[in-house]
């Protein structure tokens, strides 16, 4: 099946700085999506792309979708605690079809820390 | 409106006991999905429903997992004589299903303990 390679797999920083995350892809992908999962909740969506090279932004979090329709990258400026979480790429791969369709492919995920 | 809605929150059971997850997608949301996660780890399909079409069932673990849908909307996972490494939180989502519609919307899960 398909695979998203999502990195890094966790990180430490301090509240204030600028966290950088990426999604690739083996294939392409038509749709981009990026996730965050609070303790204890479900994942809430942050952002969803879906155009090649589309650069979305929502608050402090910025989000691109590749031009080559095989990766993706997630920033978000001025880290604050409650930025804590684990952090989820998602996508819709181009040569989906029948019982496949709407079905989205999960990066393992990115374990955000945020130090005070 | 409304978002997705699981029930019970928390599960404790012994093992070999069946057990029943409910889920209420958002209304209008014709595509339904199960995913079990695991401490610390990222999101194992499980189960898809879109419409009245037959569901992918591909990623059920074995045959005392199956899941059904009542006239397009709730949802009933069943887990039959569980085993202690079916301890997970089981989560569900939902999306309009429609072309473009990937968008899932996932509820707060439910917490299954085996013991």
């Known amino acids: 099946g398909q695979q998203l390679n999502q990195s890094p797999q966790s990180m430490f920083i301090q509240e204030g700085e600028d966290v950088s995350m990426n999604c690739t892809s083996s294939?392409?992908?038509?749709?981009w999506l990026w996730y965050k999962q609070d303790p204890g909740e479900g994942p809430v969506l942050l952002i969803a792309?879906?155009?090649?090279?589309e650069l979305t932004s929502n608050g402090r979090l910025t989000a691109q979708f590749g031009i080559t329709r095989k990766d993706s990258f997630l920033n978000i400026s001025a880290s604050i605690p409650s930025d804590v979480g684990i952090y989820f790429c998602?996508?819709?791969?181009?040569?989906?079809?029948?019982?496949?369709?709407?079905?989205?492919?999960f990066g393992q995920g990115t374990i955000l820390t945020v130090h005070p | 409106g409304a978002g997705v809605s699981q029930s019970p929150s928390n599960k404790v059971t012994e093992k070999g006991k069946d057990v029943e997850l409910r889920c209420d997608p958002i209304s209008g949301h014709t595509a339904l999905y199960w995913y079990r996660q695991s401490l610390g780890q990222g999101l194992e399909f499980l189960i898809y429903?879109?419409?009245?079409?037959?569901?992918?069932k591909s990623g059920l673990p074995s045959d005392r997992f199956s899941a059904e849908r009542t006239g397009g909307s709730v949802s009933t996972l069943t887990i039959q004589r569980t085993q202690q490494e079916d301890s997970a939180v089981y989560l569900c989502?939902?999306?309009?299903?429609?072309?473009?519609?990937?968008?899932?919307?996932f509820g707060p899960g439910t917490r299954l303990t085996v013991t």
């Open positions: 989502a939902s999306s309009y299903g429609g072309l473009g519609g990937y968008e899932q919307y």
């Open positions: 792309l879906y155009k090649a090279g």
């Open positions: 294939s392409i992908f038509n749709t």
């Open positions: 998602a996508g819709q791969p181009t040569n989906a079809g029948g019982t496949s369709y709407g079905k989205l492919t």
């Open positions: 429903f879109q419409g009245n079409s037959a569901p992918d």
